[in-house]
């Protein structure tokens, strides 16, 4: 029922790009992105609906495939700034309660 | 930033004390919810409240119950505490009427050790 995130972990340069993606097992409504830095909070950084919608934060951009139950997080020209362990969140109602069930996470390292 | 403190922040004890962890809020928002986080686990829903008095289990809940008396305050109590609760617990909170629709601002966390 956890969705699952791939890769685990990817390790970067400053400037290249990585995509990030997370995959559930039943029909969703909603996919969420966050992001943690070590030993702070999840940051929110965009959400996706149903309806094949594309986003876009800065350089950091997502897709959402109903069909496929899946979405991916692509991060552009990697800054220094997006190390952290990348979440996504799902929703399979998108109503009362916004219940989301989280991946185990990805992390990013971007080294200069 | 959302308005939102978790109390206390740090909090050692022993296998069979009971635990309180308090989250509060100020941005008078609907849904809250508390989280904990493991290594390899990632952040897993315990319990959330979708307003005052109105709370239900998330995936992870046995051991902890739930009260929200205002639309502030959400606690979480280990009746109990055992080892296997230690963790980092973070609350959350939401709005459905918000124009960013649904998404769940985090609070600093509170990490916990059971000795």
Same mark, same amino acid.
């Given at each position: 029922?956890?969705?699952?995130?791939?890769?685990?972990?990817?390790?970067?340069?400053?400037?290249?790009?990585?995509?990030?993606?997370?995959?559930?097992?039943?029909?969703?409504?909603?996919?969420?992105?966050?992001?943690?830095?070590?030993?702070?909070?999840?940051?929110?950084?965009?959400?996706?609906?149903?309806?094949?919608?594309?986003?876009?934060?800065?350089?950091?951009?997502?897709?959402?495939?109903? +069909? +496929?139950?899946?979405?991916?997080?692509?991060?552009?020209?990697?800054?220094?700034?997006?190390?952290?362990?990348?979440?996504?969140?799902?929703?399979?109602?998108?109503?009362?309660?916004? +219940?989301?069930?989280?991946?185990?996470?990805?992390?990013?390292?971007?080294?200069? | 930033?959302?308005?939102?403190?978790?109390?206390?922040?740090?909090?050692?004890?022993?296998?069979?004390?009971?635990?309180?962890?308090?989250?509060?809020?100020?941005?008078?928002?609907?849904?809250?919810?508390?989280?904990?986080?493991?290594?390899?686990?990632?952040?897993?829903?315990?319990?959330?409240?979708?307003?005052?008095?109105?709370?239900?289990?998330?995936?992870?809940?046995?051991?902890?119950?739930?009260?929200?008396?205002?639309?502030?305050?959400?606690?979480?109590?280990?009746?109990?505490?055992?080892?296997?609760?230690?963790?980092?617990?973070?609350?959350?909170?939401?709005?459905?009427?918000?124009?960013?629709?649904?998404?769940?601002?985090?609070?600093?966390?509170?990490?916990?050790?059971?000795?």
């Amino acid at each position: 029922q956890q969705p699952v995130q791939s890769p685990q972990a990817v390790i970067l340069r400053e400037g290249e790009d990585a995509v990030i993606n997370c995959s559930s097992s039943k029909a969703l409504y909603s996919v969420h992105w966050y992001r943690q830095k070590h030993g702070e909070a999840p940051v929110f950084l965009m959400i996706l609906l149903k309806g094949g919608e594309q986003k876009g934060h800065e350089k950091i951009s997502a897709s959402f495939n109903e +069909k +496929k139950q899946q979405s991916s997080l692509y991060l552009t020209a990697s800054q220094l700034s997006y190390s952290g362990t990348y979440f996504c969140g799902t929703g399979d109602y998108g109503g009362a309660t916004n +219940k989301l069930i989280f991946g185990t996470g990805t992390l990013l390292a971007v080294q200069p | 930033d959302a308005g939102i403190t978790q109390s206390p922040r740090h909090k050692v004890t022993e296998t069979g004390t009971p635990v309180t962890l308090r989250c509060h809020q100020t941005e008078n928002h609907r849904y809250m919810y508390w989280y904990r986080q493991d290594p390899g686990h990632g952040l897993r829903l315990i319990h959330y409240s979708y307003g005052v008095k109105d709370t239900d289990k998330g995936e992870v809940s046995d051991g902890y119950s739930v009260s929200r008396s205002k639309t502030e305050d959400f606690l979480l109590t280990l009746e109990s505490a055992t080892s296997s609760q230690t963790s980092v617990y973070f609350c959350a909170i939401s709005d459905q009427h918000r124009a960013k629709r649904y998404e769940q601002y985090f609070g600093p966390g509170t990490r916990l050790t059971v000795t």
